[in-house]
């Protein structure tokens, strides 16, 4: 049986979605300051001018599941620095837990390529599966970060308790660390360890902080007015509680 009300809510929020997609196109859009974002950009332009690598790591989660989101979150992320490290003599590199997620990586890579018309740079082997299991994933991290002139490791995907070996395989090295999740406890562990820890969803909010496209900054919008709505109905129940009015 169909969730009706859950299917009305998605095509409300479907909607408002791509209505502030067609009217960003007309405004510009503000965002707060986040530092991680910002440095980003920065720490890939020394990478690239020192021919340096950049790593993103795109946790174990899978294509199909609950622990798909951030992972797709990264893949926005990844389109706007392949753009960026195309003319790289060391493009970016890649890492899932995912067979799936590798594929993806691979077509988001070689679709960034394309859109700077550098498709001829793309390598294949950018885009790689380390572990099938989180630790075992972990595991094949450092002979990346070591073993490829790596400066630039961020990791915004699934990640449970191996997030703080991730991150700090890449803080003891000495290079630029920025790190989000969605899992509470990983975000604890990625707030102590990791230079530039994304917290709670600043994970989801990458595309839009680098441009990625007008659907990303409309989500952003959309997400702060459902919040405004959902305030506004906790706040409108309990005063009808407060004054005895039935629903």
């Known amino acids: 049986m169909?969730?009706?009300?859950?299917?009305?809510i998605l095509a409300i929020f479907l909607a408002t979605l791509l209505a502030y997609a067609a009217y960003g196109r007309r405004?510009?859009?503000?965002?707060r300051k986040l530092r991680g974002f910002e440095e980003l950009g920065r720490s890939i332009e020394r990478a690239v001018e020192a021919g340096e690598r950049v790593h993103l790591s795109l946790g174990t989660g899978s294509v199909i599941g609950s622990d798909s989101g951030p992972a797709l979150a990264g893949l926005a992320v990844l389109s706007r620095m392949a753009m960026a490290t195309s003319m790289?003599?060391?493009?970016?590199?890649?890492?899932?837990?995912?067979?799936?997620?590798m594929v993806l990586s691979q077509d988001s890579l070689r679709t960034g390529?394309?859109?700077?018309?550098?498709?001829?740079?793309?390598?294949?082997?950018?885009?790689?599966?380390?572990?099938?299991?989180?630790?075992?994933?972990?595991?094949?991290?450092p002979a990346v970060l070591g073993g490829e002139d790596v400066t630039v490791h961020v990791m915004i995907g699934s990640?449970?308790?191996?997030?703080?070996?991730?991150?700090?395989?890449?803080?003891?090295?000495?290079?630029?660390?920025?790190?989000?999740?969605?899992?509470?406890?990983?975000?604890?562990?990625?707030y102590a360890i990791a230079s530039y820890p994304l917290i709670g969803e600043e994970v989801f909010a990458g595309g839009a902080y680098l441009n990625a496209g007008p659907l990303h900054h409309a989500s952003l919008s959309t997400q702060d007015l459902v919040r405004f709505l959902i305030v506004a109905a906790i706040l409108v129940g309990t005063l009808m509680r407060t004054f005895g009015v039935g629903l």
């Open 159 to 190: 990640f449970g308790a191996e997030a703080a070996l991730a991150a700090d395989f890449g803080e003891r090295k000495g290079i630029f660390v920025l790190a989000g999740t969605d899992d509470v406890q990983a975000q604890a562990l990625l």
């Open 27 to 31: 405004r510009t859009t503000v965002f």
């Open 88 to 101: 790289s003599d060391k493009p970016s590199v890649i890492t899932a837990g995912d067979g799936a997620m």
């Open 2 to 8: 169909f969730d009706l009300r859950g299917l009305l």
């Open 113 to 141: 390529y394309q859109q700077v018309g550098e498709s001829t740079r793309f390598q294949l082997t950018a885009g790689r599966m380390l572990g099938p299991t989180p630790f075992s994933y972990v595991a094949g991290l």
